[in-house]
């Protein structure tokens, strides 16, 4: 489980294709890597990635062809940088919102506009998942917690303050980039709640308003 808080911008110094998948090799940056372990969980750029090889300035991890189909690794490259965030410890503080490494699918930048002192940025999410995502609610990109500002159909309004853009790759972005999205965990189980028992049985995953009058939770 992570924060969504970054510790580190580290960049990829290394990409071996073994096939249908391939190893990832991340230079690390201000990430501490005393405590770091074989079998260690390494959120990066959102993804939650196995240490399976490291040293004091790097770590290696296998990227699978699910992660690739799935995530924005597909278009990585060498040089290219990525947020860093170790697993939480359950004796530090949570200082963002809770994130498994799991991402829900692929954004794009569509708009970035400069303010006196933040930015705000505009992203396309997928379709399939945009019903997660709300005005004011939590969604991580690239790895990290954010709050939604605003919504508008498919695409969602992100703020972002000078330290932010300053501790992560946001910095970075230009119109078109590809980000990673992780939606808030607690509206998927929301929508599975919702289902209440018809859950074990049903072959949609959409709830209507008319699954919610027919339960309910609404009137008709």
């Keep these: 489980m992570f924060t969504g808080i970054i510790e580190s911008v580290g960049n990829i110094r290394r990409l071996d294709d073994l096939g249908d998948n391939f190893r990832l090799e991340v230079h690390v940056g201000k990430l501490d890597m005393h405590d770091v372990h074989l079998g260690d969980s390494i959120a990066t750029s959102g993804v939650c990635l196995t240490v399976v090889d490291k040293g004091d ?46 991402v829900d699918g692929v954004g794009s930048v569509k708009a970035i506009n400069k303010h006196s002192n933040y930015v705000e940025v505009w992203v396309e999410a997928p379709t399939d998942i945009a019903k997660y995502i ?24 992100l703020w972002l303050i000078p330290h932010t853009l300053q501790e992560t790759v946001f910095g970075d972005y230009v119109l078109g980039t590809k980000v990673n999205l992780e939606v808030d965990v607690v509206a998927r189980y929301l929508e599975r709640l919702l289902q209440g028992d018809k ?22």
Excluded: Q
């Design 57 to 102: 300035d790097y770590y290696a991890a296998d990227v699978s062809a699910e992660t690739i189909k799935y995530t924005g690794f597909a278009n990585y490259k060498i040089g290219d940088k990525v947020n860093l965030e170790k697993a939480m410890r359950a004796d530090s503080r949570f200082g963002g919102h809770i994130v498994s490494g799991h």
């Design 134 to 157: 709300a005005h004011k609610g939590s969604i991580t990109v690239d790895g990290v917690s954010l709050t939604v500002n605003e919504v508008n159909g498919a695409s969602f309004m």
């Design 199 to 220: 859950a074990a049985h049903a072959n949609k995953k959409d709830i209507s308003l008319r699954f919610l009058a027919e339960n309910g939770y609404i009137k008709k």
